[in-house]
């Protein structure tokens, strides 16, 4: 018998006057699941997170956690970060978890162990009596997953969470974010641009584009659908020149910048040694010629073109 999921959203419709930021959802996320929730800048996902979670009125549609749709019984299932989380500044980053905990109702010695516990979660024990107010990006982040994770949640929902981070803080909440999944068995939703980050990071994707689900399904399900075939980066002294070639080549579509410095081409029938000849017979200083494999990137651009 297939388990209750952690989070199924019906018909979720919200509309901002005219503007209707999100239309008919339906999203369903596994328990166990990390699921990558993509889409364009102004797609809906932060609405539509807001609205499931019931920080914001929907105008339609249903919201079962675990099964419940009685959003309050349920909320202490689910820790969340909607956008950047916001902390006071003069406060150490233990005295912020510490409020927080007081303002949903815990206190004593059960709150100190809490707190401490999540601290020890997201590694900024060392850190805890700093104020907050001189923390990294990074450390901010890790805090607002730290107080997310606060009375043991069994969802976490994240908006964005390596938003603006450098490389090493990205890293570091990408380790974070598996951990907690593969350790701790909490099932994640997030939130990202960072799209080669999600393919490595999430097992399940929904692809928003205009408050509409356009496509959904495991990875591999996403990568092995469509047009996927005959894809190559191919790298040339003069990338200009290798891009003019490569408008007058009939069947070639240029899918825009590959890997180290590469042209990433979708080649379909044309096998690699008549692609080489065309581009040599053009002129062009052809230096590498990579086969290589479609990508979430390659996906979201199909689905949200
Ligand atoms: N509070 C609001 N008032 C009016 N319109 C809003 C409000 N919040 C969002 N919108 C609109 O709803 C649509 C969806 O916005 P939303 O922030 O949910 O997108 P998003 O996918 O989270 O984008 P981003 O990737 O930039 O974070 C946009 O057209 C946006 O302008
Ligand atoms: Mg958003």
């Given at each position: 018998?297939?388990?209750?999921?952690?989070?199924?959203?019906?018909?979720?419709?919200?509309?901002?006057?005219?503007?209707?930021?999100?239309?008919?959802?339906?999203?369903?996320?596994?328990?166990?699941?990390?699921?990558?929730?993509?889409?364009?800048?102004?797609?809906?996902?932060?609405?539509?997170?807001?609205?499931?979670?019931?920080?914001?009125?929907?105008?339609?549609?249903?919201?079962?956690?675990?099964?419940?749709?009685?959003?309050?019984?349920?909320?202490?299932?689910?820790?969340?970060?909607?956008?950047?989380?916001?902390?006071?500044?003069?406060?150490?980053?233990?005295?912020?978890?510490?409020?927080?905990?007081?303002?949903?109702?815990?206190?004593?010695?059960?709150?100190?162990?809490?707190?401490?516990?999540?601290?020890?979660?997201?590694?900024?024990?060392?850190?805890?009596?700093?104020?907050?107010?001189?923390?990294?990006?990074?450390m901010r982040q890790r805090l607002g997953i730290a107080r997310a994770l606060m009375g043991g949640p069994k969802l976490l929902v994240l908006d964005e969470p390596t938003n603006g981070l450098d490389p090493r803080g990205m890293r570091e909440v990408r380790e974070l974010v598996r951990s907690l999944a593969l350790h701790d068995g909490i099932t994640v939703l997030i939130s990202s641009h960072l799209l080669a980050e999600v393919q490595a990071m999430c097992n399940r994707v929904g692809i928003l584009q205009r408050g509409r689900l356009r496509a959904e399904g495991t990875v591999a399900e996403l990568l092995s659908e469509g047009a996927g075939d005959g894809i190559v980066e191919v790298g040339a002294l003069d990338m200009g020149a290798l891009s003019a070639a490569v408008a007058g080549i009939e069947g070639v579509e240029n899918l825009g910048a590959g890997a180290e410095g590469r042209l990433r081409l979708r080649c379909g029938e044309l096998p690699l040694y008549a692609l080489n000849a065309q581009l040599v017979g053009q002129g062009v200083q052809v230096s590498a010629l990579v086969p290589a494999r479609r990508n979430l990137e390659d996906v979201f651009m199909e689905v949200t073109r």
């Open positions: 018998m297939a388990e209750v999921p952690a989070l199924e959203i019906r018909g979720l419709t919200r509309r901002y006057g005219k503007v209707i930021a999100v239309e008919d959802l339906d999203l369903t996320v596994q328990v166990g699941d990390i699921y990558g929730f993509l889409g364009p800048n102004g797609a809906g996902k932060t609405t539509a997170l807001r609205a499931a979670l019931g920080l914001i009125r929907r105008d339609t549609g249903t919201v079962r956690l675990f099964g419940d749709d009685r959003l309050v019984g349920a909320r202490s299932k689910v820790g969340a970060i909607i956008e950047t989380p916001a902390f006071h500044s003069w406060m150490s980053g233990r005295e912020n978890l510490l409020q927080a905990g007081q303002l949903s109702g815990l206190g004593g010695v059960a709150l100190d162990r809490e707190v401490d516990r999540v601290l020890e979660r997201v590694e900024l024990t060392e850190r805890a009596q700093h104020k907050a107010g001189g923390y990294s990006l990074g």
